[in-house]
T-cell receptor
Framework: GQQLNQSPQSMFIQEGEDVSMNCTSS?????WLWYKQEPGEGPVLLIALYKAGELTSNGRLTAQFGITRKDSFLNISASIPSDVGIYFC????????????FGTGTKLQVIP | NAGVMQNPRHLVRRRGQEARLRCSPM?????VYWYRQLPEEGLKFMVY????????ESGMPKERFSAEFPKEGPSILRIQQVVRGDSAAYFC???????????FGDGTRLSIL
């Protein structure tokens, strides 16, 4: 099936630092979604992107829909301890019933 | 995660028993998706249902697993004759339309003794 490559797999950063993570696909997507999952909870939608080149912010989070439609990036500025969690990208394919595929996740640890 | 309700939050079963996981989608949502997650791993798609219809069950094992989303009531993921390897967190998500983002519940943690 469709695979999304998400990187990095995990990262340890100092509080206050900026964070970048990305997802790449072998297929063209018409939607990119970014979720955050905290321990013991379900993923929570952070940002949804619908157009190639689109740049959308949600507080300290900024995500971009890559021009090629095969990648997306999530940046977190000035990280804080509550940013800890696993960040998942998800993409919706064009055509068919537009199945959503999830990335493997980026585990973020913030050192106070 | 307000809106998508899953129960129970934790379920313990002995090998060979049946597990029934329930999911009530957000109000107004008629599309339901089930995912499985092992510790330290990502979400694996299992099945997509739209009121009374299974749209895609390509991620669901052919044996012992079944899913339904009746006209009235919650969606049910049913696992018969559970085995140790079925231990995982099972998440349900819902959307108002197949083009809209999915919203997740807090999952059911299934443990098999």
């Amino acid at each position: 099936g469709q695979q999304l490559n998400q990187s990095p797999q995990s990262m340890f950063i100092q509080e206050g630092e900026d964070v970048s993570m990305n997802c790449t696909s072998s297929s063209i997507f018409n939607t990119w979604l970014w979720y955050k999952q905290e321990p013991g909870e379900g993923p929570v939608l952070l940002i949804a992107l619908y157009k190639a080149g689109e740049l959308t912010s949600n507080g300290r989070l900024t995500a971009q829909f890559g021009i090629t439609r095969k990648d997306s990036f999530l940046n977190i500025s000035a990280s804080i301890p509550s940013d800890v969690g696993i960040y998942f990208c998800a993409g919706r394919e064009s055509g068919g019933y537009q199945k959503v595929t999830f990335g493997t996740g980026t585990k973020l640890q913030v050192i106070p | 995660n307000a809106g998508v309700m899953q129960n129970p939050r934790h379920l313990v079963r002995r090998r060979g028993q049946e597990a029934r996981l329930r999911c009530s989608p957000m109000k107004g949502h008629s599309h339901v998706y089930w995912y499985r997650q092992l510790p330290e791993e990502g979400l694996k798609f299992m099945v997509y249902l739209q009121k009374e219809n299974i749209i895609d069950e390509s991620g669901m094992p052919k044996e012992r697993f079944s899913a339904e989303f009746p006209k009235e009531g919650p969606s049910i993921l049913r696992i018969q004759q559970v085995v140790r390897g079925d231990s995982a967190a099972y998440f349900c998500a819902s959307s108002s339309d197949r083009n809209q983002p999915q919203h997740f519940g807090d999952g059911t943690r299934l443990s098999i003794l």
